[in-house]
């Protein structure tokens, strides 16, 4: 079994930042992409960044030039700075993670428990 564990999420005003972390634990072999997700109350879930274990990314048009995504593949962790927030990056983030586990060769889709930010005056 794998356990994603966010963290950083908090009360900011706009203009400011955030870091938030995922990190993974349990019988991990290796771990593919790694992807931020954020939804917003009435609002459908949606990738919000991704990144391969290459290193390759991907944002949404929204947060292009405002959101860095990292990752520590030693450390089974990913990273989302987020610069410049807007009250409509306010959202439960979600990370997300492809996994292979360190018994067979299948890979399976695990979901964090989300971390919620706010970004008001």
């Known amino acids: 079994q794998v356990q994603l564990v966010e963290s950083g999420g908090a009360l900011v005003q706009p203009g400011g930042s955030l870091r938030l972390s995922c990190a993974a634990s349990?019988?991990?072999?290796?771990?593919?992409?790694m992807s931020w997700y954020r939804q917003a109350p009435g609002k459908e879930r949606e990738l919000v960044a991704s990144i391969h274990s290459g290193g390759t990314t991907n944002y949404a048009n929204s947060v292009k030039g405002r959101f860095t995504i990292s990752r520590d593949n030693a450390a089974n962790t990913m990273y989302l700075q987020m610069n410049s927030l807007k009250p409509e990056d306010a959202a439960v983030y979600y990370c997300n993670m492809n996994v292979r586990m360190t018994t067979g060769t299948t890979w399976y889709n695990y979901w964090g428990q989300g971390t919620q930010v706010t970004v008001s005056p």
């Open positions: 349990g019988s991990i072999f290796s771990i593919g992409v």
